[in-house]
């Protein structure tokens, strides 16, 4: 499966991004979907993932409450939507889809492009 992210750029803190990644395939439903994201100097952080039905979401402590992570399986698409955005929210933001639905970018096994993300103070 390929993977497109967009959605990305330039936000003040305070405001909102909803990120979108495209599969291409149509295999996309067996797939456990998850959003990362990499700051420069640091390792890729995991930011949320959702099971291949589109329920069960879970969330890293830093943006639970404040992103949520959807699918829609018939436009083959999984969405970041991103509120209440802070300047440490700043990064390239990956999705990626694998098999087990766990926070380690090592059990993924396709990933996008990435997409910055800014949010300014």
């Known amino acids: 499966v390929q993977l497109q992210a967009s959605g990305g750029g330039l936000v003040q803190a305070g405001g909102s991004l909803r990120l979108s990644c495209a599969a291409s395939?149509?295999?996309?439903?067996?797939?456990?979907m998850g959003w990362f994201r990499q700051a420069p100097g640091k390792e890729r952080e995991f930011v949320a993932a959702?099971?291949?039905?589109?329920?069960?979401?879970v969330y890293s402590e830093s943006v639970k409450g404040r992103f949520t992570i959807s699918r829609d399986n018939a436009k083959n698409t999984v969405y970041l939507q991103m509120n209440s955005l802070k300047p440490e929210d700043t990064a390239v933001y990956y999705c990626?889809?694998?098999?087990?639905?766990?926070?380690?970018?090592?059990?993924?096994?396709?990933w996008g492009q990435g997409t910055q993300v800014t949010v300014s103070s």
């Open positions: 959702i099971s291949r039905s589109g329920g069960s979401p």
């Open positions: 990626a889809a694998g098999r087990r639905m766990t926070n380690s970018p090592y059990d993924y096994d396709y």
């Open positions: 395939g149509r295999t996309f439903s067996v797939y456990v």
